[in-house]
């Protein structure tokens, strides 16, 4: 089985001082890659048997899509405040450096079951943000899809639901 993590670039004090950043660009540039991550999420998220996957903005989103069209079902999207047209509903979340607030469109979703996925899993804030949002329309929120964890700031402890996560780092 193929190693993702030679598809992971690390820049280090970005995008500031004492941050390890771990990029996913060149996993998103080689179809090889690609094709492993759709692979691998499919077959962690198929038994949860979801009926929507909600992609959080932005990189979320390149996996949300792929994950949704192969498992045949809905794609949802998790957007930044002011990016979504229509009646929206929208929640802010604390970060280690500020707040943020995310929106998404009203739609009730009646105990539909959905899989939220993200490039990255730190604190859990933007996680459980759209966990809220989801829930707030009538969701069943059963679990979350992360390419990368940072184990080391416990996200996936705060958030409570079922996490998978291809990578996982301790610092």
Not at 19 to 27: K, N, V
Request: charged share 25%.
């Amino acid at each position: 089985m193929d190693n993702l993590e030679k598809w992971i670039q690390v820049f280090p004090d970005f995008p500031s001082k004492g941050i390890l950043f771990r990029d996913i660009s060149p996993l998103l540039a080689d179809p090889v890659a690609l094709r492993i991550v759709k692979e691998r999420l499919c077959k962690s998220i198929k038994p949860f048997q979801p009926d929507y996957i909600a992609g959080i903005d932005a990189r979320g989103f390149l996996f949300s899509t792929l994950v949704a069209e192969h498992l045949e079902i809905g794609s949802l999207m998790v957007r930044k405040s002011g990016k979504l047209p229509g009646k929206i509903v929208e929640k802010s979340y604390n970060l280690e450096y500020g707040s943020n607030t995310l929106s998404m469109q009203i739609k009730p979703l009646n105990q539909k079951k959905v899989v939220i996925i993200d490039d990255l899993l730190a604190t859990g804030g933007s996680m459980q943000c759209s966990k809220d949002l989801l829930e707030s329309q009538q969701a069943e929120v059963v679990g979350g899809a992360v390419i990368i964890e940072l184990k080391s700031l416990r996200g996936a402890e705060f958030l409570k639901m079922p996490i998978i996560s291809l990578l996982s780092y301790d610092d």
